[in-house]
T-cell receptor, first 113, second 109 residues
Framework: GAGVSQSPSNKVTEKGKDVELRCDPI?????LYWYRQSLGQGLEFLIY????????KSGLPSDRFSAERTGGSVSTLTIQRTQQEDSAVYLC???????????FGQGTRLTVV | GQQVMQIPQYQHVQEGEDFTTYCNSS?????IQWYKQRPGGHPVFLIQ?????EVKKQKRLTFQFGEAKKNSSLHITATQTTDVGTYFC?????????FGSGTRLSIRP
């Protein structure tokens, strides 16, 4: 596609439910990042995928968070047993070694009630 | 692990005043990138610096990369209301981009 696509754009879920957030990176981009941004705050790194290498999961805040990237393309971020503090905008970005910058999606705004 | 720190966290200025945000890395970077996030939007790439001591300008924005390639700054001259947003630096190392925490700029008209 023309850009990084994230779905859904908004998600409201009840505390304790599981949610899945999807990211479609730009075609051919080997690197994919997930970030979390709370209201008015900076970017909190969650996880990084690069090609076929083992992902860098060092930013995942707890074992309720997991992510996978199938076929080196689409990625899914799963949050189990959601808590109110998980409410934030979840941003996905992708990049290629041939261009310097990361391209961000519009984000998924998650609200846990 | 590698960290990229950015200060200040917030800056509130009068329109027409200058603004500067600073970025420091715990390790030497191969490049530094700057992004701008408008309120309600997502970060958008502004520029990349690669060379030690490099300085680049985009209209009223001046970007610098330190001699040791561990720090960088973004300076905006004579701010305008369109400059409102959060400015992020991002350090490139190997194949990974590490973002700073960002500086949120607000402006009094």
């Amino acid at each position: 596609g023309a850009g990084v696509s994230q779905s859904p754009s908004n998600k409201v879920t009840e505390k304790g439910k599981d949610v899945e957030l999807r990211c479609d990176p730009i075609s051919g981009h080997t690197a994919l990042y997930w970030y979390r941004q709370s209201l008015g705050q900076g970017l909190e790194f969650l996880i990084y995928f690069q090609g076929n290498s083992a992902p860098d999961k060092s930013g995942l805040p707890s074992d309720r968070f997991s992510a996978e990237r199938t076929g080196g393309s689409v990625s899914t971020l799963t949050i189990q047993r959601t808590q109110q503090e998980d409410s934030a905008v979840y941003l996905c970005a992708s990049s290629t070694p041939y261009l310097p910058e990361a391209f961000f999606g519009q984000g998924t705004r998650l609200t846990v009630v | 692990g590698q960290q990229v720190m950015q200060i200040p966290q917030y800056q509130h200025v009068q329109e027409g005043e200058d603004f500067t945000t600073y970025c420091n890395s715990s390790t030497t970077l191969s490049n530094i990138q700057w992004y701008k996030q408008r309120p309600g939007g997502h970060p958008v790439f502004l520029i990349q610096l690669v060379k030690s001591g490099e300085v680049k300008k985009q209209k009223r924005l001046t970007f610098q990369f330190g001699e040791a390639k561990k720090n960088s700054s973004l300076h905006i001259t004579a701010t305008q209301t369109t400059d409102v947003g959060t400015y992020f630096c991002a350090g490139g190392s190997a194949s990974k981009i590490i973002f700073g925490s960002g500086t949120r700029l607000s402006i009094r008209p």
